[in-house]
């Protein structure tokens, strides 16, 4: 080897070995803290230690990209996770692996199962013990409808963590996406009784105990969660909790407490004087059978090779229509819907306004829903200021399931949208990526709306320098009625007012979650 040569191999060497210690200014030990702490949940004091740790960093790290990119996703911003995963493959090639498994997380909650599916398995090939590559696989195959393929690679992820909760916690939530929730209160039970709970699983095991009717015991659970969660500096977690707690949990409580001292009154009272019925009017569309615990939702059977993108919808004209937004079905060839009890029906077509600025598609059933599912376009009526509203979806379907719909509670606070757009109105109902669609109803049980936008945070806090109230965005009943060709009639009958408890229970079979490709 000439003088000239060995020179050049030393210099390289040498490079190389600087940009090492650079790029791993945190070490193993200070990435599986903030690790830790992340899949936790708690995610202000995993951002907050790594600032501090990041300190001695002349640049970002691979480490570093790579626990930024796991903080964007627990913060429901997957395209920005994505791009930290991306750069840390560019930054060492020592973390390959964890950058795959990243990418392909991020990749699942935009919809592109096939690049997910890619990554996980391009992670695993560069270490096959890595559990976010294991889980991330099983997260694919459930999106894919593949439930025995996912069963199998989490329970891969939990004997490579060594029954870590994380893991535990995906393989429940996967169960219970099922319709299995039996199984997954046992998946979760037994690993407690070898550990102590965090606040992530004590709050998963409360909405178990919801699902199966134990209100007292989810009540005591999802409380104790988000106590923990206050504790651990995660504010955002707890007070999610808390709204739960007073706009479903304890008026469906009070409900059963008032429904058991009425009986007890009418037990007593040995003469009862007849008197006119004074009974509160029923909802606007007729009292519907609800989902029995053991009924096994249909699945919904995709193309894995093909991009999958969902949304919300609702129910309408004795069972044969669904009403969306355009951006939720836009370009795809095929499209199939599955409302809250659990019943699929694939789309025959699509129509669409003449206006592209219209966010509205009116979409066929090859085969109707019975028409006890259906909701009256008679009972779609404008947006008031300062109403009570009740926004009805399937928000974040990858990590909160897309069997059951979720509702959330807020006003009408302007009937006119960002900018002063006529035809849309402000609502401070909290929205989430997947409610696009949805209906929104007023507490007459009426719909007044349907979900279409929310208001971009991270642009206003880069633009303005701060964190605005949840300010979401709702197409107006009257360009609803409008597009359908069917002008917004006076009430014939005067509607009772309901909570949360009472829209939930009525509406859920009318509420559909969509999947198109």
Known sequence: MSNYKFLTLIISLF???CFTIKAYAITENQYLVINKLINEENIDKAFSDLKLMQKDEVKLSARSQILIG???LALEQPAKAFSFFEKATFTSVLNYDLAYAGMSMAAIKL???????NYAERALKENPDLVDAKLALGLVFVDYGQMKEAEIHFKKAILASRNSLISIRAYASSKLRQGRHKEARSIITNALLERKSDAATTDLLGKIFWIEGDLKEAVRLRSEASEMFRKSGNLERAQQ????LNTAAMPKVNEIRKSERVEKEKIEKKKIEKKPNLSKPQLASPKRATLKPETRPEEIFVDKDKPTYTGSGVILNNGEWVVTNRHVIEDSQYIVVRNGLGKVREVESVEVPADENIDLALLKLKKPFPSNYSLSTDDIKKPKPGEQIYMMGYP????LGRYNP???QGIVSKTSGFGEITGQFQITAKMNKGNS?????NDKGQIIGISVGKLDKSEILKTDGFIPEDVNVGISGQVVRNFLNMPIKANINEYGKYDASQIYE???PSVVFIVSQ
């Not at 592109?112 to 599916?117: G, P, V």
């Not at 909790?241 to 739960?244: A, K, M, V």
């Not at 974040?396 to 990590?399: A, D, H, N, Q, V």
């Open 15 to 17: 490079t190389l070995i």
């Open 70 to 72: 796991k903080i964007y």
């Open 111 to 117: 919809g592109n199962l096939s690049d997910a599916k």
């Open 241 to 244: 909790i808390i709204s739960w």
């Open 396 to 399: 974040m379907s990858s990590i």
């Open 406 to 408: 979720s509702i959330s």
């Open 437 to 441: 669609g949805g209906p929104i109803f």
């Open 506 to 508: 009525h509406m859920r």
